[in-house]
Structure formats: structure tokens, C-alpha cells
């Protein structure tokens, strides 16, 4: 039991796969240098989230707001 606990408290960086505990500064990465390196694949639209908007009232609110920004490009 003791195992799982421990386990739960260690896990790897995201961006370089080493060990990292909780209690670290940088958690969940294990240092500045590659919690830079994520914001920066954040900012270069690396990451992007894969599934659809299906919600018809989000769509609408999108569709709207692409209409606006047409109309207002073409002013």
C-alpha cells in the first residue's frame, strides 16, 4: 500500500520524461528550463485539443463571431 502512495507523489516531466516529485519547485516539470519549453509549444500551437465542438449553442456563438469579424475585414 505504502507503494502506491509513493508512487502517486513521483511523477515524469512532461517535456523531458525525468522523475519528478511533488514537492519540487518546478512540479509538475523538473525545471524552469523545461516549463519554458511548454509554454513555448503552448504558444506555437503545438498542442491543440482533438475533438470537435458538438454543442449546437457554442457553434452558433462561433458562427457569430466569425460573421462579425468578416463584416467588419470588409469595411
Known sequence: M???????????????GMLVQARDEDF????DRC??????????GVYKISSPVLDPE???DLGG???????FEGE
Open 2 to 16: 505504502a507503494t502506491k502512495k509513493k508512487s502517486a507523489n513521483v511523477l515524469r516531466c512532461p517535456t523531458c
Open 28 to 31: 509538475p516539470f523538473c525545471s
Open 35 to 44: 516549463r519554458k519549453i511548454d509554454l513555448g509549444k503552448w504558444a506555437m
Open 58 to 60: 457554442v457553434l452558433e
Open 65 to 71: 463571431l466569425t460573421g462579425q469579424q468578416k463584416d
